[in-house]
């Protein structure tokens, strides 16, 4: 009988060059049970078999209409009770950025957030999103759900989370407003940031900017999270970030779970 889950998350900046820096090949050696995925960069039509079911893991994906765009995926063992594709039936269905497997009373997220960075347009786009995100998942927690919600939040919660956080304190991904949505989201929807539940006082970053030698000085960013309902967090018992390859401009985001987490909520 299965007694623990192991779940991964991975923004991938593009599933066809994670692939070619040997993604697909690691995973198969990580016994996950659920693995989520941001920044596909890819359609239906460039998803080869390996990209859907590896390693015995069912693929499911929200593509961007852009080609080349956003896009995220979800990868489960187990077969779904139901997949949602998509929450907003608007602007951010067209960029692909949710896909939810519902297990039970178990909902497994996969979400991209928007950045901000690189116009005014984009940052008051992210703010949009965060608007109608909040209340889609605490419409979810009415309902009695618990979840687990991966995903690039494109959001430094705390000054622990970016080495350099005096310099981004005007910059998008750690301004107050962002950083003070992330705290009220988390408490009204009662989640738990596992990562730094486990590690409270860990400097660990899961993406580092292309710029300089900013990789190579460790000079990062924690903006991807694995996020839980208290029902779930409390049996987290062990978290890594696997920095020893390079797969993206990101690093996977590894969570062991004390239990099975599909039986300890089933109906």
Request: a negative charge; glycine letters at 8%; aromatic letters at 12%.
């Amino acid at each position: 009988m299965k007694t623990s889950t192991r779940i991964i998350c991975a923004n991938l900046n593009g599933i066809r060059s994670a692939s070619s820096k040997g993604f697909f090949d690691w995973l198969g050696t990580q016994g996950a049970d659920f693995v989520c995925v941001q920044e596909l960069k890819a359609q239906a039509d460039n998803m080869q078999t390996e990209f859907m079911v590896p390693h015995d893991l069912k693929g499911h994906f929200h593509y961007a209409q852009k080609k080349g765009y956003s896009g995220v995926g979800l990868y489960s063992r187990a077969t779904p009770d139901e997949v949602i594709i998509g929450f907003d039936d608007g602007e951010f269905d067209a960029e692909g950025r949710y896909v939810e497997a519902r297990f039970g009373k178990l909902s497994v997220i996969s979400v991209y957030f928007p950045s901000g960075s690189s116009a005014p347009e984009r940052q008051e786009a992210k703010y949009r999103f965060l608007d109608v995100f909040l209340p889609h998942i605490a419409a979810l927690r009415a309902q009695g759900r618990e979840l687990v919600i991966c995903g690039d939040v494109n959001i430094a919660h705390h000054e622990i989370d970016l080495k350099n956080w005096k310099g981004n304190l005007k910059n998008s991904g750690f301004l107050p407003e962002e950083r003070a949505w992330l705290s009220q989201f988390m408490q009204t929807v009662e989640l738990h940031d596992v990562y730094r539940t486990l590690e409270p006082n860990t400097h660990q970053y899961t993406w580092w900017s292309n710029r300089g030698q900013a990789r190579a000085n460790n000079v990062g960013w924690r903006i991807d999270y694995q996020l839980a309902t208290p029902a779930i967090a409390q049996h987290a018992c062990a978290t890594s970030v696997y920095t020893e390859r390079m797969f993206s401009d990101h690093a996977p985001i590894i969570m062991d779970y004390r239990a099975d987490l599909i039986q300890l909520t089933a109906v």
